[in-house]
């Protein structure tokens, strides 16, 4: 039988192997003269055979299974042999009974060590998941120190280089002074403070990612927060063409949070949904409340993030855009966990994309709200 053999063929080729071997030694018994009695008891001995060899492959049902074909199988023999010898008869039929008593005894067996085989099994694949865990964990235990590691010295060098930023920037505004308009000077001067200031915030981007301070949370309305952002957000709304709108609810709580930061948190989000809505289309900000926290959510309409990107897009330097540094949502998510809370993206219900933060109603273990800690120390 090969190795390829599907269940099907593999419990037939076993199959006919117990039934090959049952009647092998049923034919012996009617092939051999009754007189030959020793021969006898060793054909009836060799039935226990197939029994165990049925109870081992299939159980408790394959065993008694297996005894009763082999009780069948026997029976007659033991009409056209032995009748005229009423109490050899009876030795025979109680050895039949053993038939069905080892074929369930090895059955239990069978079925116990599968049990344990399995649940060894089970053991060792949880152990190696365990295992491989663990390891993974110790290679993001090391990166993490490594990035960390790198990502102080990448700040430091990132806040040296504002320094000369800011000497070049003064040079390009001094030749824009003195150069005519239209002249060739005044066009690279122009390109260069661009340049420069886009360098600038995308230095500024980093040193809020690579170096942020721990929120000073306080109790603040969050339809305070949201209508300040989006009347921020207003002029560039206004020039994609794009509507905002707010859910507000009067009967929301205040919620325990560091107004600026989360504040920041909301601009980049509602930022990139105008940026990711066509004209004529809005970007819906809901909010809810729930036993353990507050649930804002900012659905966009545009084309929806692709299923490869969901979970990416909060990772720093991770951006589709053309202009884009990768930062803001970055920064936002380092926001949010700060807080206790978390932060998601997913396809919105009908288009478009769906962010969801959740800020609990309680402080991160370990922060303090401002206003307690100003008392404290007055």
């Not at 969901?310 to 720093?316: L, Q, T």
């Not at 884009?324 to 807080?339: E, K, M, Q």
Request: aromatic share 6%; with cysteine; hydrophobic share 45%.
């Amino acid at each position: 039988m090969s190795t390829g053999a599907t269940p099907r063929s593999s419990h037939l080729g076993r199959g006919a192997i117990l039934a090959a071997a049952i009647a092998t030694i049923s034919g012996l018994h009617y092939l051999t003269d009754p007189q030959y009695a020793v021969w006898h008891l060793v054909y009836q001995r060799l039935y226990y055979l197939p029994v165990i060899v049925g109870a081992y492959w299939y159980g408790v049902w394959g065993g008694v299974l297996t005894a009763m074909v082999t009780s069948v199988a026997y029976i007659p023999h033991i009409h056209m042999a032995w009748s005229g010898n009423a109490a050899y008869s009876m030795s025979q039929y109680a050895e039949i009974v053993m038939f069905h008593v080892a074929g369930l005894l090895v059955g239990l067996l069978a079925n116990l060590q599968r049990r344990l085989t399995t649940r060894y099994q089970r053991a060792a694949e949880s152990l190696e998941k365990a295992n491989v865990e663990l390891r993974e964990s110790q290679e993001h235990l090391l990166r993490a120190d490594r990035l960390s590691a790198l990502g102080e010295i990448a700040a430091g060098l990132a806040h040296e280089l504002r320094n000369p930023l800011a000497g070049v920037k003064g040079s390009f505004e001094i030749i824009a002074a003195r150069a005519r308009p239209g002249t060739p000077e005044a066009e690279f001067s122009e390109v260069g403070q661009k340049e420069l200031a886009r360098l600038d915030a995308l230095l500024t981007e980093f040193l809020t990612y690579a170096r942020p301070h721990a929120p000073e949370l306080r109790h603040a309305d969050l339809d305070d927060v949201i209508g300040h952002v989006a009347a921020l957000l207003g002029p560039e709304a206004e020039r994609a063409g794009v509507a905002i709108e707010i859910e507000r609810d009067h009967a929301m709580r205040e919620a325990l949070v560091d107004p600026l930061q989360i504040q920041q948190v909301f601009f980049n989000v509602i930022l990139n949904g105008i940026q990711a809505t066509p004209p004529g289309a809005r970007v819906r900000v809901q909010r809810h409340q729930t036993s353990d926290g507050i649930i804002v959510e900012v659905i966009d309409e545009g084309s929806g993030i692709p299923a490869e990107h969901v979970s990416r897009i909060f990772d720093p330097f991770f951006t589709t855009k053309e202009k884009g540094t990768g930062l803001g949502l970055a920064i936002s998510a380092r926001i949010v966990a700060a807080h206790g809370g978390g932060i998601s993206a997913e396809r919105g219900p009908d288009r478009g994309t769906c962010v969801r933060i959740t800020l609990p109603w309680s402080p991160p273990v370990g922060e303090t709200i401002a206003g307690d800690a100003a008392r404290g120390r007055a």
